[in-house]
């Protein structure tokens, strides 16, 4: 058994200086989902779904894999009002386990969940949807600090809290925003009202809760029917994020016998010219077969 840890996120309310990363664009960056569009050929009625394909959301670049304990003090020594994942490092192989405080959790809103965490035809949803009426208010899951209050492309009005039971949650396609970054905000606290902007097809709530960075299934954490959470504590460990496992098969594929890149286009739901951006080759190059091609 690890040994469980209790951050403590002292730094967090003493106020974090602003610290600028730069873009991850390494190659390693295995998780770096990016937008795909469905060729016309493929477009069926999935398409309607609330897609939450933000930009933002895909912001995805954990390109530092720690296989040993998170260092002590990174989490705090990061703060960004611009990045939703400003902390590049993967968790899937995480060897600690941290144990996270629920006890406070309030529902941001009490609503039919529409769409569930997890892979959602050619991508991943990194959170959770719960129907609403635009103007609802929408609730802060905790006590905390405002790290990102803006419009992005994909989320569209959204809102990022760090809290200090070590976890970050997002609210997204939100109508209005009622704080600013670095406003500190209670549990059950009014942040938002409920909206439709961003890339989404009716109002919801696109509902995310991380942990540095890397998003964890809300249904593992709180009961929906209730807005209640299922436990008192959660323990992040590895096997929080083994679905990362399944993000990778999505975003390679291993060239077969007789495969083409239209082919292999078509079964990932992207194109040839994409194909060939991600891959640095040209439609005539040559395939050899077990190469591993970047399709997302
Ligand atoms: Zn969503």
New binding site residues.
């Given amino acids: 058994m690890n040994v469980v840890k209790r951050i403590k996120f002292l730094v967090l309310l003493a106020g974090v200086a602003s610290v600028s990363f730069a873009e991850p664009s390494s190659p390693d960056n295995i998780f770096g989902i990016e937008e795909i569009e469905i060729s016309e050929t493929e477009a069926d009625e999935s398409q309607l779904l609330?897609?939450?394909t933000?930009d933002d959301?895909n912001d995805f670049g954990d390109f530092v894999s720690y296989d040993e304990n998170l260092p002590e003090g990174l989490y705090n020594s990061i703060w960004s009002d611009v990045a939703v994942n400003p902390y590049n490092i993967n968790l899937y192989r995480m060897k600690d386990t941290v144990q996270i405080d629920m006890r406070d959790y309030h529902h941001p809103i009490y609503g039919k969940v529409t769409?569930v965490f997890g892979m959602r035809r050619y991508r991943y949803?990194?959170?959770?949807?719960i129907k609403l009426n635009i103007g609802d208010t929408v609730r802060c899951a905790f006590d905390g600090k405002v790290r990102i209050a803006k419009i992005g492309r994909g989320y569209g009005y959204y809102v990022l809290v760090r809290h200090e039971n070590g976890l970050e949650t997002i609210y997204?396609?939100l109508s209005k925003i009622l704080v600013k970054p670095d406003s500190i905000v209670c549990a059950g606290d009014g942040i938002a009202l409920g909206g439709n902007t961003g890339r989404?097809t009716g109002p919801?709530?696109?509902?995310?809760m991380r942990y540095v960075g890397n998003p964890i299934n809300p249904q593992s954490l709180v009961d929906f029917e209730t807005g209640r959470p299922i436990s008192n504590t959660y323990l992040v460990c590895a096997e929080t994020f083994k679905y990362k496992g399944a993000v990778n098969n999505l975003a390679y594929y291993t060239v077969r016998r007789g495969d083409t890149l239209s082919g292999i286009a078509k079964k990932k739901g992207t194109t040839v010219s994409k194909l060939c951006k991600m891959n640095n080759i040209t439609a005539r190059t040559t395939l050899k077969i077990g190469r591993k091609l970047r399709c997302s």
């Fill in positions: 609330p897609p939450d933000e959301l769409s949803h990194y959170g959770t949807d997204g396609h989404s919801h709530l696109h509902f995310e």
